[in-house]
């Protein structure tokens, strides 16, 4: 009976071999490689087997799985150069999958070329070629065809794994040890040899980094701080912090030791503790249990590979300073709640942002309320704790945060009307200016207020020449002479109007060149009132010199010296109590 015919395929080239999804042509320092771990494994098979440790048992005179696939393998290590029955034992659904792919392997070792290769990749145990053969799964056979690499070969045992069977590999040890994780010290010991930290040992402890053996042996803390691994057969390890915050994203140090068990669940081998404590934190009052509890969800997650530790020890930190549950938290440190000026001392800024700051502190502490602010200005009211966390260590970023909450009350507090401080405060939550220029111009601002607010009749407007003097006079007060010279040269309207556009330049030395703006009768009636002019404008000046505390001596000079100037210019309306 003639077999069915060949199809070809359009562009098919003739004599053309298809190979399988995954797999490639092995290179020459490929097949070389191959050869050489199929060759030992051939050679040496009983090493893709755990040490069975475990001396328990099971309930009803049941077999553990374990030792199930070890009668089986060792079962097919008895026929490793039968090849049609390897052959046999690779193929088929049924069947232990380990012994299946060990099967499958030493097929592959009895074969006399190696031509093409399968690729395995994984994200966290790496990458590897093997030869496939047979229906075992990838991960199996490349365990098997890699039983010299310490992680790789765990890989055939996964299934075993999940169950709850435990398996630690190291160079020169492979071991079993039931369900229970009980680590080998000499797993630890080649965990930190092959470390990319340097150790050294120490009163007993395995010390990474600048630490005192004495101090990681009694659990003492640090200033500095550093982690304290302790594992359940007592060997202990300090790591400095700074270390895994320097190295970690490219040198990780857990993640190694942990992938050299099965399942590498090391929180099931080992206790992490953080010794450290913020700066300032009272050595003999203990830490909020929040506090511990969150640190140990920190590194629960570090200890299952789920943190990046060039992020770890900051998270460490953070964990423990975002649930200290009272007094003010800066940075790194602690200051207690009736440490105010400390605190503040911690922020950098100017004297006008740690007095808003202060302000603010103040009124949190008037509410019973708190407020966690970070590193950007963003802030989180706290409406059940009396407790100031802050990332930030400028006093902007500190304003920033609360600007939307106090800032209007702020500028009400520096004086500010309410109606003009609403205007201000929309401003700066709208575009935000550097806290320290824009205070120091609301501040500067009101002083000059303030100022303008004890020259007499400032509150008022005063009638005819008077009240054009006195203009004047407040314009030069809170602009400058330079804008009051220029409102002199444009005076109009009557010459006597004129004329004390005139008469104020002279009083300001000003009038030369200035002469073509203003008409003679103008000079010449402005000139005989430059003399009251220039007294009038002398008391203005003791008057904005003066402190707020000075007596008003002055301003019953300007009154005086403005009743002069009325005199003098024959100005007829009186000029109001003051």
Same mark, same amino acid.
């Given at each position: 009976?003639?077999?069915?015919?060949?199809?070809?395929?359009?562009?098919?080239?003739?004599?053309?071999?298809?190979?399988?999804?995954?797999?490639?042509?092995?290179?020459?320092?490929?097949?070389?490689?191959?050869?050489?771990?199929?060759?030992?494994?051939?050679?040496?098979?009983?090493?893709?087997?755990?040490?069975?440790?475990?001396?328990?048992?099971?309930?009803?005179?049941?077999?553990?799985?374990?030792?199930?696939?070890?009668?089986?393998?060792?079962?097919?290590?008895?026929?490793?150069?039968?090849?049609?029955?390897?052959?046999?034992?690779?193929?088929?659904?049924?069947?232990?999958?380990?012994?299946?792919?060990?099967?499958?392997?030493?097929?592959?070792?009895?074969?006399?070329?190696?031509?093409?290769?399968?690729?395995?990749?994984?994200?966290?145990?790496?990458?590897?070629?093997?030869?496939?053969?047979?229906?075992?799964?990838?991960?199996?056979?490349?365990?098997?065809?890699?039983?010299?690499?310490?992680?790789?070969?765990?890989?055939?045992?996964?299934?075993?794994?999940?169950?709850?069977?435990?398996?630690?590999?190291?160079?020169?040890?492979?071991?079993?040890?039931?369900?229970?994780?009980?680590?080998?010290?000499?797993?630890?010991?080649?965990?930190?040899?092959?470390?990319?930290?340097?150790?050294?040992?120490?009163?007993?402890?395995?010390?990474?980094?600048?630490?005192?053996?004495?101090?990681?042996?009694?659990?003492?803390?640090?200033?500095?701080?550093?982690?304290?691994?302790?594992?359940?057969?007592?060997?202990?390890?300090?790591?400095?912090?700074?270390?895994?915050?320097?190295?970690?994203?490219?040198?990780?140090?857990?993640?190694?030791?942990?992938?050299?068990?099965?399942?590498?669940?090391?929180?099931?081998?080992?206790?992490?503790?953080?010794?450290?404590?913020?700066?300032?934190?009272?050595?003999?009052?203990?830490?909020?249990?929040?506090?511990?509890?969150?640190?140990?969800?920190?590194?629960?997650?570090?200890?299952?590979?789920?943190?990046?530790?060039?992020?770890?020890?900051?998270?460490?930190?953070?964990?423990?300073?975002?649930?200290?549950?009272?007094?003010?938290?800066?940075?790194?440190?602690?200051?207690?709640?009736?440490?105010?000026?400390?605190?503040?001392?911690?922020?950098?800024?100017?004297?006008?942002?740690?007095?808003?700051?202060?302000?603010?502190?103040?009124?949190?502490?008037?509410?019973?309320?708190?407020? *966690?602010?970070?590193? /950007?200005? $963003?802030? !989180?009211? =706290? %409406? #059940?704790?009396? &407790?100031?966390?802050?990332? @930030?260590?400028?006093?902007?970023?500190?304003?920033? *945060?609360?600007?939307? /909450?106090? $800032?209007? !009350?702020? =500028? %009400? #507090?520096?004086? &500010?009307?309410?109606?003009? @401080?609403?205007?201000?405060?929309?401003?700066?939550?709208?575009?935000?200016?550097?806290?320290?220029?824009?205070?120091?111009?609301?501040?500067?601002?009101?002083?000059?207020?303030?100022?303008?607010?004890?020259?007499?009749?400032?509150?008022?407007?005063?009638?005819?020449?008077?009240?054009?003097?006195?203009?004047?006079?407040?314009?030069?007060?809170?602009?400058?002479?330079?804008?009051?010279?220029?409102?002199?040269?444009?005076?109009?309207?009557?010459?006597?109007?004129?004329?004390?556009?005139?008469?104020?330049?002279?009083?300001?030395?000003?009038?030369?060149?200035?002469?073509?703006?203003?008409?003679?009768?103008?000079?010449?009636?402005?000139?005989?009132?430059?003399?009251?002019?220039?007294?009038?404008?002398?008391?203005?000046?003791?008057?904005?010199?003066?402190?707020?505390?000075?007596?008003?001596?002055?301003?019953?000079?300007?009154?005086?010296?403005?009743?002069?100037?009325?005199?003098?210019?024959?100005?007829?309306?009186?000029?109001?109590?003051?």
């Amino acid at each position: 009976m003639a077999g069915p015919s060949k199809v070809e395929f359009p562009g098919q080239k003739k004599n053309q071999r298809m190979r399988m999804r995954g797999t490639k042509q092995a290179s020459a320092d490929a097949q070389k490689r191959l050869r050489k771990q199929l060759s030992s494994l051939l050679d040496e098979p009983e090493k893709v087997m755990p040490d069975m440790v475990w001396s328990g048992k099971l309930a009803w005179g049941r077999v553990d799985p374990v030792t199930k696939s070890l009668k089986r393998i060792r079962k097919v290590i008895e026929n490793r150069t039968n090849r049609s029955w390897l052959a046999k034992r690779m193929k088929g659904a049924k069947g232990d999958s380990i012994a299946k792919a060990l099967a499958g392997s030493l097929v592959a070792a009895l074969d006399d070329e190696i031509s093409m290769v399968a690729t395995f990749k994984h994200p966290i145990y790496g990458n590897g070629a093997f030869v496939r053969k047979g229906d075992a799964k990838p991960a199996a056979m490349v365990g098997i065809q890699h039983f010299h690499n310490p992680r790789l070969r765990l890989l055939p045992w996964e299934e075993h794994a999940k169950a709850g069977w435990y398996f630690f590999s190291w160079k020169g040890g492979f071991v079993c040890t039931g369900n229970e994780a009980k680590v080998p010290t000499e797993w630890i010991e080649d965990g930190i040899k092959k470390s990319e930290y340097k150790s050294v040992e120490n009163n007993g402890c395995h010390i990474i980094g600048e630490l005192d053996g004495d101090v990681v042996s009694e659990g003492l803390d640090t200033e500095e701080g550093y982690i304290r691994l302790e594992f359940q057969e007592g060997s202990v390890i300090g790591i400095q912090g700074s270390l895994l915050e320097e190295r970690g994203a490219k040198d990780p140090f857990i993640q190694p030791l942990a992938l050299k068990m099965l399942p590498p669940k090391i929180s099931s081998v080992v206790d992490a503790e953080l010794k450290w404590r913020p700066n300032g934190w009272p050595e003999e009052e203990p830490l909020p249990e929040s506090a511990d509890e969150r640190v140990q969800e920190v590194f629960d997650a570090w200890l299952n590979l789920g943190v990046d530790e060039s992020r770890l020890w900051m998270m460490l930190k953070q964990a423990l300073l975002a649930n200290l549950d009272r007094g003010f938290v800066v940075g790194d440190a602690w200051f207690s709640e009736d440490d105010i000026d400390g605190c503040l001392d911690a922020f950098s800024g100017g004297k006008d942002e740690r007095r808003a700051v202060k302000f603010i502190i103040s009124r949190l502490h008037e509410e019973r309320r708190g407020v *966690a602010i970070d590193n /950007e200005g $963003g802030a !989180e009211w =706290l %409406e #059940d704790e009396c &407790v100031i966390r802050s990332r @930030a260590t400028t006093l902007h970023n500190f304003l920033k *945060a609360s600007w939307s /909450e106090f $800032g209007l !009350e702020l =500028l %009400e #507090d520096l004086g &500010v009307d309410e109606e003009v @401080a609403h205007g201000i405060w929309q401003k700066q939550l709208e575009r935000p200016a550097p806290f320290n220029n824009f205070l120091r111009k609301v501040i500067d601002g009101q002083e000059e207020k303030n100022k303008l607010a004890r020259i007499p009749w400032s509150d008022i407007t005063l009638k005819g020449l008077c009240g054009e003097v006195q203009d004047l006079i407040l314009k030069a007060a809170s602009e400058g002479i330079g804008k009051a010279n220029a409102m002199a040269t444009k005076m109009r309207g009557s010459i006597e109007v004129a004329a004390l556009g005139w008469a104020w330049l002279t009083a300001q030395g000003k009038g030369s060149g200035n002469e073509w703006h203003f008409e003679n009768a103008a000079r010449d009636k402005g000139g005989e009132w430059a003399h009251s002019v220039a007294e009038l404008w002398g008391a203005a000046e003791s008057i904005l010199a003066l402190s707020e505390s000075d007596d008003g001596t002055s301003a019953e000079e300007y009154g005086a010296a403005m009743e002069r100037f009325r005199k003098k210019c024959g100005e007829q309306n009186e000029l109001p109590s003051r």
